[in-house]
Nanobody, 123 residues
């Protein structure tokens, strides 16, 4: 009933760009902070980017800072624009939502999680 859905993943060449979107069903994200996380084979899940409920406060992992942009629009859809992608960005990407929390890159902050989508950066 309460679901998060990721879209926009796929295969892209190094240096290319992708836009991931996170939307909700059964509830609105108006009062939720949203984070993007990723996990590559053999690595721990890591926080990538996050935005608070207002869309005004964002955080980025050092590894993506300057390349990725997170944005929460007026419909409360959250997008992650990924530019200058590197092979190290390959992984399964998840969006997560937490009601009434601040923007943060810690997975424990978030209550609802999407199923994840694959992003592959390869030539």
């Amino acid at each position: 009933q309460l679901q998060l859905m990721e879209s926009g993943g796929g295969l892209v060449q190094p240096g290319g760009s992708l836009i991931l979107s996170c939307t909700s069903s059964g509830f609105t994200l108006e009062y939720y902070a949203v984070g993007w996380f990723r996990q590559a084979p053999g690595k721990e899940r890591e926080g990538v980017a996050s935005v608070d409920m207002t869309g005004g406060y964002v955080k980025y992992a050092d590894s993506v800072k300057g390349r990725f942009i997170i944005f929460k629009d007026h419909t409360n859809t959250v997008t992650l624009r990924m530019n200058n992608l590197e092979p190290e960005d390959t992984g399964t990407y998840y969006c997560a939502a937490g009601r009434g929390i601040a923007s943060g890159l810690e997975g424990g902050l978030y209550e609802y999680w999407g199923q994840g989508i694959q992003v592959t950066v390869s030539s």
